[in-house]
């Protein structure tokens, strides 16, 4: 009988996979008090000294307080290489948990209702991992602890303090756990990931009066009422219809009583687009048309105007990095989502705009456990597995870039 050799089972790959394995529980312990004590943008002080004390724990060289609550980790491999960045965002939202789980908030009107304590825990994992693992890659990577993605964003003051540079960060990779895909998937696509995210108020001034005698008035509501009807045609007739955006009118405020013709009206928006060409195209717009009808109807308005985060823009060879990686995770190829994308915006961006990087979505909603609640929702919860997962990937993807 011909005994046919087994394909030997890499010993690398089962060790990262086993070694992850076994930081399991330590991985949910740490999200869990994360997940007790949420902190809003840039008051994340609890979260910095839980972070802090586990990387002085490990013996991680790092520093504290850029741009007030953030965080950086520099852990070297044992020989000279590339410098990669890795990025986890760690604050929470003004939302009341309604979740009842022994590890709830208890922080009242504050929740990690976006999974950042999941991020926080997988970065920190992270970090424990290569501080064991230190001849396992070249160069060197950077753990950035970002504060206040929800609001008003940490990524551009960080950058401004210089966290990309000394050593300089050659590239960057980042995670969202996503409950919009189910445990076991992973979402990536090279190019734009989400969306750029820009908002508006504006007040329209017109003259009050009585409901009766609209001669004497110039009426704020008819003017705002045209002028979110006409705000719709941006995108139905300006934009390429193979471009993707959106315009939203999200609150609009006027009037005080059936017989009185408001002499104001107040409306907030969100703009959302994909392509960095629509770059200060929707203001324009949104101004020719406000302008435009307030005049027609001899209104006033103000306006204010905010590019809050530019779209994810993933870097291709980056992502096919990523991708590959995430195959290898996922055990199958069927589990990589391809060409996901959100409206959702993220100040991962301007790392991206920065240096090359790719950021990617990491399943982890689960039905069965009643885990699938979507994120910013006061029952939202992931399915923990995910954070070895997470690990796993960003130890991959080191290794595989920092040789
Ligand atoms: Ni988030």
New binding site residues.
């Given amino acids: 009988m011909v005994s046919i050799p087994l394909t030997p089972h890499p010993v690398d790959t089962s060790r990262i996979r086993v070694d992850i394995q076994a930081l399991q529980p330590d991985l949910v312990e740490w999200r869990r008090q994360l997940h007790q004590r949420p902190e809003l943008g840039f008051r994340e002080q609890i979260t910095a000294t839980f972070i802090a004390q586990k990387l002085q724990e490990w013996g991680i060289e790092h520093q504290t307080g850029i741009a007030q609550t953030g965080i950086v980790a520099v852990i070297k491999g044992n020989r000279p290489g590339p410098v990669l960045g890795i990025r986890a965002?760690m604050d929470a939202l003004p939302i009341q948990e309604e979740n009842d789980v022994p590890y709830r908030s208890q922080h009242d009107g504050v929740m990690h209702a976006?999974?950042?304590d999941g991020h926080v825990t997988i970065a920190l994992g992270t970090a424990r991992y290569l501080s064991q693992h230190r001849p396992d890659f070249a160069g060197t990577v950077k753990i950035i602890f970002q504060p206040a993605?929800e609001g008003p964003g940490g990524a551009k003051p960080m950058i401004e303090a210089g966290v990309l540079k000394n050593p300089d960060v050659d590239a960057i990779i980042g995670l969202?756990l996503w409950n919009n895909l189910p445990l076991g998937t992973i979402g990536i696509r090279s190019g734009a990931l989400m969306a750029a995210v820009e908002l508006f108020n504006c007040t329209i001034l017109g003259k009050g009066g009585h409901g009766a005698i609209p001669q004497q008035t110039i009426d704020s509501i008819v003017v705002a009422a045209q002028i979110v009807t006409m705000l719709q045609t941006i995108v139905a007739r300006n934009v390429d219809p193979l471009e993707s955006a959106v315009v939203t009118v999200g609150k609009l405020n006027a009037g005080t009583a059936h017989n009185v013709i408001a002499a104001t009206a107040q409306m907030s928006g969100t703009v959302r687009y994909f392509s960095p060409q629509f770059d200060g195209f929707f203001k324009q717009r949104l101004e020719q048309i406000i302008s435009g009808v307030c005049q027609s109807h001899g209104a006033a308005y103000s306006l204010e105007y905010y590019s809050l985060y530019p779209p994810v823009i993933n870097d291709e060879r980056m992502a096919n990095l990523v991708r590959s990686v995430a195959e290898t995770v996922i055990e199958s190829p069927l589990g990589v989502v391809p060409e996901c994308q959100t409206m959702g915006g993220e100040d991962m961006s301007f790392f991206l705009q920065a240096v090359p990087g790719c950021y990617f979505f990491l399943g982890s909603a689960n039905a069965d456990k009643d885990l699938a609640y979507p994120?910013h929702h006061p029952r939202f919860n992931f399915d923990e597995t995910a954070l070895g997962m997470g690990v796993e990937m960003f130890v991959r993807c080191i290794e595989k870039y920092c040789r």
Wanted: net charge negative.
């Fill in positions: 965002d976006c999974g950042h993605e969202h994120h």
